[in-house]
């Protein structure tokens, strides 16, 4: 893995800005969507299977997140909660680039070292659906 920082080349994807957007739209959209008071997401998975899914308790562990419930969000959905601090940091990062101008920060990756973020994306996801399976009844 190698970390560097450079300038943003001319027509290169500015991903700070691209992702800044993306999440800051998409936390709006989600306001609006419980704000109007349109219906909860219904997941197909756990209405099929009676069982929770990967993701089950991904809108709770936001809406608890976002009240500053941080331990019940935690409890909702582990990778959920990791994921919503990561985008968060992510979005200041983002935003502290963009506003002071400063180099880009890229990560590259080799072939080994993908294959190795791979099994920890796996692992991750594997290790919180068991998580969520021996929990879902205390919820």
Not at 24 to 37: D, K
Not at 81 to 102: G, H, K, Q, Y
């Amino acid at each position: 893995m190698q970390l560097c920082r450079r300038q943003l080349q001319p027509g290169e994807t500015d991903h700070e800005l691209l992702w800044l957007i993306v999440s800051v739209t998409s936390l709006a959209i989600a306001t609006a969507w419980f704000a109007v008071g349109l219906p909860w997401p219904i997941c197909m998975f756990h209405e099929l299977t009676g069982l929770p899914c990967v993701t089950c308790g991904m809108t709770r562990c936001a809406i608890e997140f976002f009240h500053g419930h941080f331990s019940d969000a935690f409890k909702w959905n582990p990778l959920v909660f990791a994921f919503i601090c990561s985008v968060i940091a992510f979005d200041l990062f983002a935003f502290a680039t963009l506003a002071m101008r400063w180099p880009r920060l890229r990560i590259m990756f080799g072939q080994a070292e993908k294959r190795c973020a791979r099994g920890v994306i796996v692992a991750a996801l594997a290790l919180n659906w068991a998580y969520l399976l021996s929990h879902w009844r205390d919820f």
